[in-house]
């Protein structure tokens, strides 16, 4: 019984050797102090520029990956049967001709 347990003990030191040695040499780092609008990567280990910047009087398009300006709030005065296009800030005609 006791050789069982003396070979049980070595068993489980040599198995916690490698845990014990890579949590003494290589330390995780969980965060860091980014700047600025930046994310910590912990794969790359650094600071990552944000992925959407800051556009300045209007929005981001993930899909054009572009600054697009604002889209106006105020509709137009448009004459009857026209429509306010709300993107292009403009009075479009109408969609169907009239009759």
């Known amino acids: 019984m006791k050789r069982a347990a003396r070979r049980l003990s070595t068993a489980a030191a040599v198995a916690f050797l490698p845990l014990a040695f890579t ?7 969980g965060y860091a102090d980014c700047e600025g609008g ?12 944000p ?4 556009c300045e009087n209007g929005w ?11 889209v106006a709030t105020v ?5 009857d049967g026209w429509w306010w296009d709300p993107v292009g800030n403009v ?4 969609l169907l001709p009239p009759q």
């Open 23 to 29: 949590a003494a040499v290589n330390p995780a780092i």
């Open 38 to 49: 930046q994310w910590w990567d912990p794969v790359a280990n650094t600071c990552q520029a």
């Open 51 to 54: 992925l959407v910047p800051n």
């Open 60 to 70: 981001w398009d993930p899909v054009a990956s572009t600054c697009r300006p604002a």
């Open 75 to 79: 509709p137009l005065a448009c004459d």
């Open 91 to 94: 009075c479009r005609p109408p």
